[in-house]
C-alpha cells in the first residue's frame, strides 16, 4: 500500500535555528514527491516538487532534498511566518492522485 | 487566475440533514479533486474528475457521499444524512489535465455535525 509518513510531528524552533522535516515514503516506481504548505484554515499551498534522487529545489529559507527513499526539506534560519504545517505527498502507484502524510507541524518563535 | 474557490467556508449541521458543497476550479483545469482532512491528518482522497467524468471514488466514501461535475466546471459535493464522523474540512483542488502534478488547493469547507 502506498504510504507516506513525515517526522517530527511537531517541531519548536526559535527563531534563526535551523532544522529539517523529514518524509519518507513507500510506493511503487515514484514519479515524484512534492511539499506543501498549509496555514490554518487554508487549503495547502504547493512548494516544490522533486522527481530524482540527489535533486535539490529551493525557495527562500526552505530547501527540498530527494533519496531514493526519503526527502528532507530544510529550513535555514526560519522566521516566525514560516510557521505552518508542511506536507508531503506522493502519486499513488495509478499515477492518478496524491498520497499526502500526515505533516509537520512547525512552530518558530522569536 | 482567481484561484480555487469553495463555498460556503464553514457550515453547521445536525446529524441526519443533508449538506451540499460547492467548488468553483480554476477556469482551465481539467481536474478537479475533493479531498477531506480531519485535525492533525493530511488530506485524505475522496474522488475526482475528468471534465465531466468521475474517474475514481475513494472507498472512504460511502454511498452517503456523491459529487457531480455538471459541465465539466464547478463541481459539487453531498452528503446525506450527516453523522458526527463526518465532521472535517472538505478540500477541493483543481489541476491542468495530466494531473496530479502542482494541485492548487481552495481554502475548505469547514463541517461540523451537531
Known amino acids: 500500500e502506498d504510504q507516506v509518513t513525515q517526522s517530527p510531528e511537531a517541531l519548536r524552533l526559535q527563531e534563526g535555528e535551523s532544522s529539517s522535516l523529514n518524509c519518507s515514503y513507500t510506493v511503487s516506481g515514484l514519479r515524484g514527491l512534492f511539499w506543501y504548505r498549509q496555514d490554518p484554515g487554508k487549503g495547502p499551498e504547493f512548494l516544490f516538487t522533486?522527481?530524482?534522487a540527489g535533486e535539490e529545489k529551493e525557495k527562500e529559507r526552505l530547501k527540498a532534498t530527494l533519496t531514493k527513499k526519503e526527502s528532507f526539506l530544510h529550513i535555514t534560519a526560519p522566521k516566525p511566518e514560516d510557521s505552518a504545517t508542511y506536507l508531503c505527498a506522493v502519486p499513488n502507484t495509478g499515477f492518478q492522485k496524491l498520497v499526502f502524510g500526515t505533516g509537520t507541524r512547525l512552530l518558530v518563535s522569536p | 487566475d482567481t484561484g480555487v474557490s469553495q463555498d460556503p467556508r464553514h457550515k453547521i449541521t445536525k446529524r441526519g440533514q443533508n449538506v451540499t458543497f460547492r467548488c468553483d476550479p480554476i477556469s482551465e483545469h481539467n481536474r478537479l479533486y475533493w479531498y477531506r482532512q480531519t485535525l492533525g491528518q493530511g488530506p485524505e482522497f475522496l474522488t475526482y474528475?475528468?471534465?465531466?467524468?468521475?474517474?475514481?471514488k475513494s472507498r472512504l466514501l460511502s454511498d452517503r457521499f456523491s459529487a457531480e461535475r455538471p459541465k465539466g466546471s464547478f463541481s459539487t459535493l453531498e452528503i446525506q444524512r450527516t453523522e458526527q464522523g463526518d465532521s472535517a474540512m472538505y478540500l477541493c483542488a483543481s489541476s491542468l489535465d495530466g494531473g496530479y502534478e502542482k494541485l492548487f488547493f481552495g481554502s475548505g469547507t469547514q463541517l461540523s455535525v451537531l
Open positions: 474528475f475528468q471534465n465531466e467524468a468521475q474517474l475514481e
Open positions: 522533486l522527481y530524482s
